[in-house]
């Protein structure tokens, strides 16, 4: 457990060196169709995929990830999830809120439903000794929508992540 939350500490600070080498500049609209969304940010995200084996089987994610200035960082994923048809879309977000708390070694400190437009989504916060977390998820069809904005447990969440998660629009 602990080399996953050390694994994210890295991530964390490899991105403040990247953002540190490219500085921000005016905000614009970032769409991604293929994977069904747009956001607004002051640098353009940067893009990996990785497949990742859940209990619904193996799941490609594709994650956007955005440095800020306050030694925090926040990440976008949309991945396609088979196999949970049959569950509310409710269910699939409690079952996904539950693997990112296991996977990220935090500890869940609040939670309350939400929606963006006609998709159900799901507001929470964890932390654990080193960093802190304020997730939104949504569930689009069956594509999972994630934006995580982490920041060390120190820094208080910065008001461009706060703006980069509500400009998050689904396409």
Not at 28 to 53: E, L, R, V
Not at 94 to 121: D, F, M, R, S, W
Not at 124 to 137: G, K
Request: hydrophobic share 40%.
């Amino acid at each position: 457990m602990r080399n996953r939350s050390a694994g994210v500490v890295a991530a964390l600070l490899a991105a403040v060196a990247v953002y540190a080498q490219t500085a921000p500049g005016v905000w614009k609209q970032y769409p991604y169709p293929s994977d069904g969304f747009a956001i607004s940010s002051p640098i353009q995200p940067t893009f990996s995929t990785q497949t990742k084996p859940t209990d619904a089987g193996n799941v490609e994610m594709h994650t956007y990830m955005i440095p800020l200035n306050n030694n925090s960082v926040v990440m976008i994923s949309a991945s396609e999830v088979k196999g949970l048809e049959k569950f509310s879309p409710k269910d699939r977000l409690q079952k996904a809120k539950l693997g990112a708390l296991k996977a990220g070694n935090v500890t869940l400190t609040t939670e309350k439903e939400i929606t963006l437009g006609p998709y159900p989504g799901l507001q929470y916060e964890a932390s654990n000794q080193s960093l802190h977390v304020r997730a939104r998820m949504y569930i689009v069809k069956n594509r999972l929508m994630q934006l995580l904005d982490i920041s060390p447990v120190s820094v208080a969440f910065s008001a461009d992540a706060e703006r980069i998660c509500t400009s998050f629009k689904v396409l």
